[in-house]
């Protein structure tokens, strides 16, 4: 299996741009999570989806991030217009249904916003 | 909530020794799932080892080994024989088995091991 798969690895884009994180779970994985890790906050869980589905998304920051899961193979992460303060790396992981399923994260995605 | 927390932001220990990084955890719940994840400096995060709640042996892994106080809320991990490859982010984190899936991290410790 290829694990998760995260694209792309590293962005940089100017305040006011938009920027969309992309993922790819475990084939078969029911649960997809998008994490961000700052210094000053650690790791964050900004939503996460079940069949697709949001089930949580109370992290997300603000309107100006969505999510979207069209089908069990993607996701996206999308910031618009983007900040300084969304510099961060940003995790997407996923997992089966049983909880004591560990989740399965891809290599992240480092934003810059200058 | 369930909150997860690792006093320890630092640690270091010499290489061929052992180490032992803390955790605490507060819920309420009694069916629950503990992980600890490694993140070196490639930022990958890996699995290190897990830890069903209901069972009261403690998960071992090769050199990686738990000690689980359900009463006390407290999971340590334990690295025997440290090697330089251990050197990395460690993170604690809480896995409810009642209320859905999300995953709660601690703050991390740094493990240094020396020459």
């Known amino acids: 299996d290829a694990g998760v798969i995260q694209s792309p690895r590293h962005e940089v884009t100017e305040m006011g741009q938009e920027v969309t994180l992309r993922c790819k779970p475990i084939s078969g994985h029911d649960y997809l999570f998008w994490y961000r890790q700052t210094m000053m906050r650690g790791l964050e869980l900004l939503i996460y989806?079940?069949?697709?589905?949001?089930?949580?998304d109370s992290g997300m920051p603000e309107d100006r991030f969505s999510a979207k899961m069209p089908n069990a193979s993607f996701s996206t992460l999308k910031i618009q217009p983007s900040e300084p303060r969304d510099s961060a790396v940003y995790f997407c992981a996923s997992s089966l249904t049983y909880t004591v399923s560990p989740l399965h994260f891809g290599n992240g995605t480092r934003l810059t916003v200058t | 909530a369930q909150t997860v927390t690792q006093s320890q932001p630092e640690m270091s220990v010499q290489e061929a020794e052992t180490v032992t990084l803390s955790c605490t955890y507060d819920?309420?719940?009694?069916?629950?799932?503990l992980f600890w994840y490694k993140q070196p400096p490639s930022r990958q995060m890996i699995l290190v080892i897990r830890q069903e709640a209901y069972k009261q042996q403690n998960a071992t892994e090769n050199r990686f080994s738990v000690n689980f106080q359900k009463a006390a809320k407290s999971f340590s991990l334990k690295i025997s024989d440290s090697q330089l490859g251990d050197a990395a982010m460690y993170f604690c984190?809480?896995?409810?088995?009642?209320?859905?899936?999300?995953?709660?991290f601690g703050e991390g410790t740094q493990l240094t091991v020396n020459p």
């Open positions: 989806f079940n069949n697709n589905v949001p089930i949580d």
């Open positions: 984190a809480y896995r409810s088995a009642a209320s859905g899936s999300r995953l709660t």
């Open positions: 819920t309420s719940e009694s069916d629950y799932y």
